[in-house]
């Protein structure tokens, strides 16, 4: 299918599987653009709040399971909600029927003339497709900051001006559901184990996240991570003009680090950007993330003026590291909710030099834990854990002698248990390790609940 045939979708018989923001958004625009479209959710009727409204747009709403009779009609496409697993009985009947199942991101590429930047990563993505947002804002270049991090991309790429440019944070998942997805600049930030539960293999994982370069040509962008061997390894099959970044200063041509300055390297002439001394945000890990925002906007056309004026005073993302508040006593909250494996939590005690109070725990997903030995004998002066993991996150502060260390109900009493042992200067942070839906929705909600129970203090 050709780019931006809208008219693709008229008269075909589509079942979107999954209500939530996505699954409702693309519902509501595939019956704009004429298709005939069938939503199933496996919540029960009382909780699909939205059927009603699409209802009323025309569209069927079948919810409380995956009734059979929904492929008692041809089916031509399945477009499902990124985090529903390829296991359930709907996805593996329309795969042995030879139906197409996508992601939205899929529809989103195929509805717009406009350029898109794809961000995809196992750390890092939400910072750095802000950052590029933001360093594009800067430049006058029109960015849609969308996807991933909370607005439905195919939502927005349906309204994009000619003059705008749709800068996206992807998952593993929604890239795992599309066929001719190309981005015009795509850029892979790390591959670290995760969401193996959803994926069941590493392979799937890495092939998912490969997604992102495969239908790339040679008038397209890549930008890789040369410090990650499991990214590196993928070079050999990308078609695009590959560019780089290092924090190590290994680059063929893109970003590095040198004598604490960020340079540009082309063509073996090198240009400075930055002192990495002059940048607010904080954390090595960050700098990855910088570093990779600076090859994809150098790359779409923002001059290093904007890049530096940006870096300056950049502050993050919610939920990343965020600074929350110093208390009267001197104690110093961060809020890092959006830590849901052990790496993101190693990369935010490698951010500090302070004394950390670790809050950590959540959804038990198998994983052992012991990645975090050697950080919490260098960051952590006491633990606090909570969640289905609690124990065994406890056990890690017991390996390596923690004499603080704790386990409670919930996070606001992780808060207040925090400030009662904290010294002034020490660091409150919350970084899970874990994935949320154990006790909350999201993530977000985590991270909320943990500022607001800071803010009572």
Request: net charge neutral.
């Given at each position: 299918?050709?780019?931006?045939?809208?008219?693709?979708?008229?008269?075909?018989?589509?079942?979107?599987?999954?209500?939530?923001?996505?699954?409702?958004?693309?519902?509501?625009?595939?019956?704009?653009?004429?298709?005939?479209?069938?939503?199933?959710?496996?919540?029960?009727?009382?909780?699909?709040?939205?059927?009603?409204?699409?209802?009323?747009?025309?569209?069927?709403?079948?919810?409380?399971?995956?009734?059979?009779?929904?492929?008692?009609?041809?089916?031509?496409?399945?477009?499902?909600?990124?985090?529903?697993?390829?296991?359930?009985?709907?996805?593996?009947?329309?795969?042995?029927?030879?139906?197409?199942?996508?992601?939205?991101?899929?529809?989103?590429?195929?509805?717009?003339?406009?350029?898109?930047?794809?961000?995809?990563?196992?750390?890092?993505?939400?910072?750095?497709?802000?950052?590029?947002?933001?360093?594009?804002?800067?430049?006058?270049?029109?960015?849609?900051?969308?996807?991933?991090?909370?607005?439905?991309?195919?939502?927005?790429?349906?309204?994009?001006?000619?003059?705008e440019v749709l800068v996206a944070e992807l998952s593993?998942?929604?890239?795992?559901?599309?066929?001719?997805?190309?981005?015009?600049?795509?850029?892979?930030?790390?591959?670290?184990?995760?969401?193996?539960?959803?994926?069941?293999?590493?392979?799937?994982?890495?092939?998912?996240?490969?997604?992102?370069?495969?239908?790339?040509?040679?008038?397209?962008?890549?930008?890789?991570?040369?410090?990650?061997?499991?990214?590196?390894?993928?070079?050999?099959?990308?078609?695009?003009?590959?560019?780089?970044?290092?924090?190590?200063?290994?680059?063929?041509?893109?970003?590095?680090?040198?004598?604490?300055?960020?340079?540009?390297?082309?063509?073996n002439h090198v240009e400075e950007v930055i002192d990495?001394?002059?940048?607010?945000?904080?954390?090595?890990?960050?700098?990855?993330?910088?570093?990779?925002?600076?090859?994809?906007?150098?790359?779409?056309?923002?001059?290093?003026?904007?890049?530096?004026?940006?870096?300056?005073?950049?502050?993050?993302?919610?939920?990343?590291?965020?600074?929350?508040?110093?208390?009267?006593?001197?104690?110093?909250?961060?809020?890092?909710?959006?830590?849901?494996?052990?790496?993101?939590?190693?990369?935010?005690?490698?951010?500090?030099?302070?004394?950390?109070?670790?809050?950590?725990?959540?959804?038990?997903?198998?994983?052992?834990?012991?990645?975090?030995?050697?950080?919490?004998?260098?960051?952590?002066?006491?633990?606090?854990?909570?969640?289905?993991?609690?124990?065994?996150?406890?056990?890690?502060?017991?390996?390596?002698?923690?004499?603080?260390?704790?386990?409670?109900?919930?996070?606001?009493?992780?808060?207040?248990?925090?400030?009662?042992?904290?010294?002034?200067?020490?660091?409150?942070?919350?970084?899970?390790?874990?994935?949320?839906?154990?006790?909350?929705?999201?993530?977000?909600?985590?991270g909320r609940i943990f500022k607001e129970a800071v803010?009572?203090?």
């Amino acid at each position: 299918m050709n780019k931006n045939q809208m008219n693709y979708y008229s008269d075909k018989q589509i079942l979107v599987l999954g209500l939530a923001k996505s699954g409702t958004s693309v519902a509501k625009l595939l019956s704009r653009l004429g298709a005939n479209v069938t939503v199933n959710d496996a919540k029960q009727e009382g909780e699909c709040k939205e059927k009603n409204e699409l209802e009323k747009l025309g569209i069927k709403v079948v919810c409380g399971g995956h009734p059979e009779s929904l492929f008692d009609q041809h089916v031509d496409l399945v477009v499902k909600n990124p985090g529903i697993p390829y296991t359930i009985w709907p996805i593996q009947k329309a795969i042995s029927l030879g139906i197409p199942v996508i992601t939205e991101v899929e529809i989103a590429y195929q509805i717009t003339q406009r350029p898109m930047i794809g961000i995809t990563g196992s750390n890092g993505k939400t910072t750095t497709t802000t950052l590029i947002g933001e360093i594009l804002k800067e430049a006058n270049l029109n960015p849609i900051v969308a996807g991933n991090i909370g607005t439905v991309l195919s939502e927005q790429a349906e309204i994009a001006h000619s003059n705008e440019v749709l800068v996206a944070e992807l998952s593993s998942f929604q890239l795992k559901g599309t066929i001719y997805f190309k981005p015009s600049i795509a850029i892979l930030l790390n591959i670290y184990p995760s969401h193996l539960d959803y994926h069941q293999t590493m392979e799937d994982y890495i092939e998912s996240k490969s997604k992102i370069f495969l239908r790339q040509t040679s008038e397209d962008y890549s930008v890789i991570n040369a410090d990650c061997d499991l990214c590196m390894n993928l070079k050999s099959n990308i078609k695009s003009q590959t560019y780089f970044f290092s924090t190590k200063g290994l680059v063929e041509r893109g970003a590095m680090i040198k004598d604490k300055t960020i340079v540009w390297k082309e063509d073996n002439h090198v240009e400075e950007v930055i002192d990495i001394r002059e940048i607010f945000l904080r954390g090595e890990h960050n700098l990855e993330n910088i570093l990779a925002a600076i090859v994809a906007t150098k790359l779409y056309g923002a001059h290093f003026k904007d890049i530096k004026k940006v870096l300056k005073s950049f502050r993050g993302v919610e939920h990343r590291q965020e600074y929350v508040r110093k208390t009267d006593k001197g104690i110093i909250f961060y809020n890092d909710s959006k830590a849901t494996n052990p790496t993101a939590t190693i990369n935010a005690l490698k951010s500090f030099d302070e004394p950390i109070i670790l809050i950590a725990g959540g959804l038990d997903r198998g994983i052992d834990f012991l990645d975090l030995v050697e950080p919490f004998k260098k960051h952590v002066k006491a633990l606090i854990t909570y969640g289905q993991s609690a124990e065994k996150i406890k056990k890690i502060g017991q390996l390596v002698g923690l004499q603080m260390n704790f386990t409670v109900d919930n996070v606001n009493t992780a808060v207040i248990e925090a400030e009662r042992i904290a010294s002034r200067e020490d660091i409150v942070l919350l970084s899970p390790a874990c994935a949320s839906w154990d006790m909350f929705a999201s993530f977000e909600e985590r991270g909320r609940i943990f500022k607001e129970a800071v803010h009572r203090l």
